[in-house]
């Protein structure tokens, strides 16, 4: 019997280093490619569409961008602005979605012009008739437009230079980026004005994240820092472990960090970072997951997540939720709040999951979330996009639960009498 995986939505014809979920139109984009080696991979960026049918989730590939030689290896969403990481740039490209009539023409013989067709990726008719045709079969295909809007050098290592990781602030007036030169550029939106810059670790960079306030930057790096900014001076430096004195001081490093709200409570803020080994030993050690409060910076909670080196974070909207990829392939959700394991698929992809994003809190996005509590994405190097579902959980009403309360207690009265008459 073979091992459990998550079902496939999409599969590309590169390696898929990102993906993420426009809120407002439900749009999955998703990037990768082979890079600038002269290998045959193209490298590109695919819009596909999500549909919910019969309780099983579908997506359909709207248009295809192609990146040249720069493959994308993260990604971040500003409204209908993308902002992309590729080689040492960080490029800036807007899509727009409209509806054009279809003409019914027949198929070109050679293929070409599929770019901006409408294909759905899954099974076939229940005619047994195939699915290729579905841009002609619909009057109305939704088209994408994508355009170039700029680009910026965010990289200036001399050596192999890589954007590892872009951010937007909440109010999208700043772009962030961090590179393999382990500096932070941080520039004005849209003018792409520079705005400061400044070197947060000696190492490359990890990862980064701004507070919803834009009042702190978060960075982690291959030096095995933490760091909170306070614009570009340092405000605090993390230490997950001090009270933890079996953990040396170089046998963890961090590898990502999130801010999150907290579910129902406004001004409340959290900070999630994950720790995994330094070394990699034949029994390896568990990588954790630190909750952190996200204005005083303290450790609030830290649990072990597994022996599987964490590959990436990602957080749901409403906070509820983490998600986690392995370089193994494997893909977890965890509570938030109580850092404990709600779903798990052991090397779902078989090899390195590269990103994972949850379904936004929005009206479209409702729509396709099915009897689900919570939907995510994740896509690795073996070219698929799968997702991940956990249905709702079954509670019990309040009243419910009172009336079963009283009838205990009515039980234990009759009981006590039947046994001690003189008891009332």
Known sequence: MGKRRAPELYRAPFPLYTVRIEPRTGLIITAGGGGASKTGIKNGMH?????????????????????????TMCMCLGGDVIAAGQDANCTLMRFSQHTA??????????????????????????????????????????????EDVGAVQADLSPQDPCVKCVRFSGDLTLLLSGGADGYVRVWEFPSLKEKFSFRAHRDELEDIDISPDSKHIVTVGRDFECSVWSGDQLAVGLCWHENMPQITEKMYRYKSCRFARVEDQKDALRLYTVQIPHKRDRKPPPCYITKWDGQAFLPLLTKPCGNEVISCLSVSDSGTFLGLGTVTGSVAIYIAFSLQKLYYIQESHGIVVTDVTFLPDSP??????????????????????????????????LWLVLFFCGLMVVGVILLLQSLFPGFI
């Open 364 to 397: 479209k996005s409702a729509a396709v979330k099915g009897n689900n509590e919570v939907v995510m994405l994740s896509v690795a190097v073996d070219s698929r996009c799968q997702v991940h579902a956990v249905s709702n959980r079954r509670s019990f009403p």
């Open 47 to 71: 819009f596909l569409s999500l549909d919910l049918v019969g309780g099983v989730h579908s997506a359909t590939l709207l248009h295809t961008h192609e990146t040249d030689t720069r493959a």
């Open 101 to 146: 009539k279809q003409e019914k023409k027949p198929a070109a013989k050679d293929g070409a012009g599929d770019k901006g067709a409408a294909r759905k990726r899954g099974r076939r008719g229940q005619n047994g008739e195939g699915g290729g045709d579905v841009a002609q079969m619909k009057e109305d295909s939704p088209q994408l437009v994508v």
